[in-house]
């Protein structure tokens, strides 16, 4: 079992650029979730994916958006990136149907400049 | 809303100390409690976690115990390694909220 994987695992952009991040979920699971860490601080929940339809969403702006595929994966897109975009995005998965803890990722570290 | 609350770092402490993380917790129904640890440059991996009251988490030296009804899961080890210095992020999933949520962390310094 691979667990949950990012790609890329580092990416530079320039101030205005759009980007878009990766994320395969554990095997067997159908929901995904985004966090953005900023350094120093704890994650923070950006929306969560399931059934291929944004189901909740945190306190972000609409520059920040996803996609869910058939196959469960999942993108993160930010658009218009500005220097405090920068973070460590974190991608975890989980079963819906269970509902129980979150697997995550080892995150993209994204670098605005 | 569900939150969490650690203490604020850093914590420093000599090889060999005794270590505390206090963190307690907002929430209703019943979630489950983890800590995470994030070593510098990388993402979080999983601790410990303690899924109904009175279970005590267990990892590499590291213990916490659910409490419910002082809303705490401290996290305790007997002796710290210079390897242990990371953030320390204590964390809920609640069943009816569906995501995780961090506490702010705390930086651990252990000095040889």
């Known amino acids: 079992d691979a667990g949950v994987t990012q790609s890329p695992t580092h990416l530079i952009k320039t101030r205005g650029q759009q980007v878009t991040l990766r994320c395969s979920p554990k095997s067997g699971h159908d929901t995904v979730s985004w966090y953005q860490q900023a350094l120093g601080q704890g994650p923070q929940f950006i929306f969560q994916y399931y059934e291929e339809e944004e189901r909740q969403r945190g306190n972000f702006p609409d520059r920040f958006s996803g996609h869910q595929f058939p196959n469960y994966s999942s993108e993160l897109n930010v658009n218009a990136l500005l220097l405090g975009d920068s973070a460590l995005y974190l991608c975890?998965?989980?079963?819906?149907?269970?509902?129980?803890?979150?697997?995550f990722g080892q995150g993209t570290r994204l670098t605005v400049v | 809303g569900d939150s969490v609350t650690q203490m604020e770092g850093p914590v420093t402490l000599s090889e060999e100390a005794f270590l505390t993380i206090n963190c307690t917790y907002t929430?209703?129904?019943?979630?489950?409690l983890f800590w995470y640890v994030q070593y510098p440059g990388e993402g979080l991996q999983l601790l410990l976690k303690a899924t109904k009251a009175d279970d005590k988490g267990s990892n590499k030296g590291f213990e916490a115990t659910y409490r419910k009804e002082t809303t705490s899961f401290h996290l305790e080890k007997g002796s710290v390694q210079v390897s242990d210095s990371a953030v320390y992020f204590c964390a809920l999933f609640n069943t009816g909220g569906f995501k995780t949520i961090f506490g702010a962390g705390t930086r651990l310094f252990v000095k040889a």
């Open positions: 929430a209703t129904g019943y979630p489950s």
């Open positions: 975890a998965s989980s079963l819906r149907q269970l509902n129980t803890e979150a697997f």
